[in-house]
């Protein structure tokens, strides 16, 4: 990409999209918050792609009430519950997420990939969004290239 205000960002995610592959890591969900950020920052320039974004989240937002009854129910309970509160306390405190919650995130991430097996329907269903986000994003990118 040689144009738009995340051109950096932009290459820094295909760095860690790439990192990801090559550790062979399922979820490349951690490279996602960096250009999110940059992109909901210029969001009159990446109007479209924010757009995609949602559309890629709807799958998990039908499943939400089955995923949350998985996560309140398995043996990551205790750190998806500390990943809920952190959650709902950046919202409330129009603080970021992703800084503020980065601890617990991170526990949860490990916790659930320790029981990869018990929340294999979980990792299906983001696998599959982050899929659509990262074919969206790709092609958004080519189309700006001149």
Not at 90 to 103: L, P, R, S
Request: net charge negative; aromatic share 10%.
């Amino acid at each position: 990409m040689k144009e738009g205000p995340c051109k950096e960002t932009y290459t820094a995610f295909q760095d860690c999209v790439e990192e990801t592959a090559e550790k062979k890591k399922e979820s490349i969900g951690k490279c996602f918050p960096m250009l999110d950020k940059c992109m909901e920052a210029h969001s009159d320039y990446y109007q479209p792609i924010l757009a995609a974004e949602n559309a890629a989240l709807e799958p998990l937002m039908k499943e939400e009430e089955r995923l949350l009854a998985m996560l309140k129910g398995g043996g990551c309970k205790e750190s998806f519950m500390a990943w809920l509160d952190c959650s709902e306390e950046a919202e409330k405190n129009k603080q970021d997420f992703i800084t503020k919650c980065a601890g617990v995130s991170a526990k949860l991430d490990k916790c659930l990939d320790a029981d990869s097996e018990y929340y294999q329907p979980y990792f299906a269903l983001v696998k599959t969004a982050e899929e659509h986000m990262e074919n969206e994003v790709q092609a958004f990118f080519s189309r700006k290239q001149p």
